[in-house]
Nanobody, 119 residues
Framework: QVHLVESGGGLVQPGGSLRLSCAASGSIFRFYTMGWYRQAPGKQRELVAAITSGGSKSHADSVKGRVIISRDNAKNTVYLQMNSLKPEDTAVYYC?????????????WGQGTQVAVAS
């Protein structure tokens, strides 16, 4: 069992930045693929960015060049640095942890943190 706790969400103006954090319990964090997903009202949950245990990264096209995902295995924490935020980035952001080779849908989820981008 992996327990995930997100933090760092909030209200930010367009063009601003936020850094989300996800702290994970357990000693096997470093073996998991960690991902950030988001869900806007009326829309399906979608991948924002993910980072494997080996450090390989992937990003949604909609956020490429604006977000950086990173992990600190010593702190059992994954981060999502978001820059040049747009109103369409408004959503609840969820952290996900899944063992390598296991679909994210079968992994563990945090409770989510709200990000709102508005002037």
């Amino acid at each position: 069992q992996v327990h995930l706790v997100e933090s760092g969400g909030g209200l930010v103006q367009p063009g601003g930045s936020l850094r989300l954090s996800c702290a994970a319990s357990g000693s096997i964090f470093r073996f998991y693929t960690m991902g950030w997903y988001r869900q806007a009202p009326g829309k399906q949950r979608e991948l924002v960015a993910a980072i494997t245990s080996g450090g390989s990264k992937s990003h949604a096209d909609s956020v490429k060049g604006r977000v950086i995902i990173s992990r600190d295995n010593a702190k059992n924490t994954v981060y999502l640095q978001m820059n040049s935020l747009k109103p369409e980035d408004t959503a609840v952001y969820y952290c996900n942890a899944a063992p390598s080779g296991v679909p994210a849908s079968n992994g563990f989820w945090g409770q989510g943190t709200q990000v709102a981008v508005a002037s």
